[in-house]
């Protein structure tokens, strides 16, 4: 099974700030990785896809870099409806697992 | 518009059994694989089963296996999780998720439906 980390758990950003969200493989998942985002009782909503392609509809200060291990999520300015919770998920071997998520908070 | 509305979730005792339903619409079904993912009260989120389009080809974790049994019914856009021998972890909310393409992204949800495992 791959497992994924996410780094940090909370990360506390003012509106406007950048926020650099990471995230790593155990083992090499090539550009198979997606990020979703998750508000208090909603489902998740799907922001990247392929590790850099922005699903339908997403807004582009929303970036994905990386390929292999390492991942990265980039908020190049954070807005009041940015404040949520994080996964990655990577869907390069079953079974597809998810990371533990990192919630961006208020500063 | 693609909608994705399961159903079925209930309050069960341990070791009893529940189906959850997830109705779609909005696409072709048969063209796109299927998974039930699940999140526990606070926690985040789990991948439990998938289905192939066709429905031949199926994909279990580790701590369902054997328990639970993914199946769907094109004629009717339903996708079902027959869910046995329930545990107390099996608490969660179980979303319904169609992936992108072929086992990829899941690019749509459902609302989800609670399964409370409780005597």
């Known amino acids: 099974e791959i497992v994924m980390t996410q780094s940090p758990a909370t990360l506390s950003v003012s509106p406007g700030e950048r926020a650099t969200l990471s995230c790593r493989a155990s083992?090499?998942?090539?550009?198979?990785l997606a990020w979703y985002q998750q508000k208090p009782g909603q489902p998740p909503r799907l922001l990247i896809s392929?590790?850099?392609t922005r699903a339908t509809g997403i807004p582009a200060r929303f970036s994905g870099s990386g390929s292999g291990t390492e991942f990265t999520l980039t908020i190049s300015s954070l807005q009041s409806e940015d404040f949520a919770v994080y996964y990655c998920?990577?869907?390069?071997?079953?079974?597809?697992?998810f990371g533990p998520g990192t919630k961006v908070d208020i500063k | 518009e693609v909608q994705l509305l399961e159903s079925g979730g209930d309050l069960v005792q341990p070791g009893g059994s529940l189906r959850l339903s997830c109705a779609a619409s909005?696409?072709?079904?048969?063209?796109?694989?299927m998974s039930w993912v699940r999140q526990a009260p606070g926690e985040g989120l789990e991948w439990v089963s998938g289905i192939s389009g066709s429905g031949y080809s199926t994909h279990y974790s580790d701590s369902v296996k054997g328990r639970l049994i993914i199946s769907r019914d094109s004629s009717k856009s339903t996708l079902f999780l027959q869910m046995n021998s329930l545990r107390a972890e099996d608490t969660a909310v179980y979303y319904c998720a169609r992936h992108s393409a072929n086992y990829q992204s899941f690019d749509y949800w459902g609302q989800g439906t609670l399964v409370t495992v409780s005597s």
């Open positions: 392929g590790a850099s």
């Open positions: 083992h090499s998942v090539t550009n198979n």
């Open positions: 909005g696409f072709t079904f048969s063209n796109y694989a």
């Open positions: 998920q990577q869907y390069a071997s079953w079974p597809l697992t």
